[in-house]
């Protein structure tokens, strides 16, 4: 279970950031960047908190429910980053997750602190050194909380846009490849919102 020994390992507090959306076929990409002011808080909450991915719907929201208790108390403090499919595109996935990273860094309005960041990458914003940790959302619950709002922050929007495109099912799929919604793919084509750079769009649109 996540926990607060790399943060407790820092002499300040520190910005824990993660993303959510890196594999979906359409959609943005989001990050949350998270800082706790408090970390004495009652076990029983946190071990509530985990990997977002290991969540169900239910628990997730159960879980964000305290964390937005925790933000009025004034325990913690979060943000949001996006980037957009465009950005995806142009730029490739790993680098638009770095955008919307930085992006949800500066959302967070703190003065320059130290980042520790899921994956193994650096973010490279000036003023804020960046520590990668693999599997960080396992290990972190600083990052464990952010990969929960993102998902969450995320997995509303697609819902979102599933209204205008309900053919595509992003509502249940967030956007990611599953059968059905390559299969819409393949007989309708793409949207505004599906990723040119991603496949199997990729070699669709070649082939036409």
Avoid at 51 to 57: E, F, G, M, N, R
Avoid at 65 to 89: C, H, R, T
Avoid at 96 to 105: D, E, Q, W
């Amino acid at each position: 279970m996540p926990n607060f020994i790399i943060e407790k390992s820092f002499k300040q507090k520190v910005i824990g950031l993660d993303e959510v959306g890196r594999g979906p076929l359409a959609g943005p990409v989001v990050s949350s960047a998270v800082i706790f002011f408090d970390t004495k808080i009652d076990n029983n909450l946190i071990s509530l908190i985990d990997d977002s991915k290991k969540l169900t719907i239910n628990k997730r929201m159960k879980v964000f429910k305290f964390i937005f208790q925790l933000k009025i108390k004034n325990k913690i403090k979060f943000s949001l980053g996006m980037a957009s499919v465009k950005e995806i595109d142009k730029f490739n996935i790993l680098e638009a997750t770095k955008l919307s990273m930085r992006r949800a860094v500066i959302n967070l309005k703190q003065p320059p602190t130290p980042l520790i960041i899921d994956g193994n990458f650096d973010i490279n914003l000036k003023n804020y050194p960046g520590k990668s940790i693999i599997k960080g959302d396992q290990k972190s619950l600083t990052i464990a909380t952010a990969s929960i709002i993102a998902k969450i922050y995320r997995d509303r929007y697609m819902r979102f846009l599933s209204y205008s495109f309900p053919n595509y099912h992003w509502s249940s799929n967030a956007g990611y490849g599953t059968k059905k919604h390559i299969e819409q793919i393949c007989k309708t084509g793409i949207t505004i919102h599906h990723r040119k750079s991603f496949e199997p769009i990729k070699s669709l649109i070649q082939n036409k």
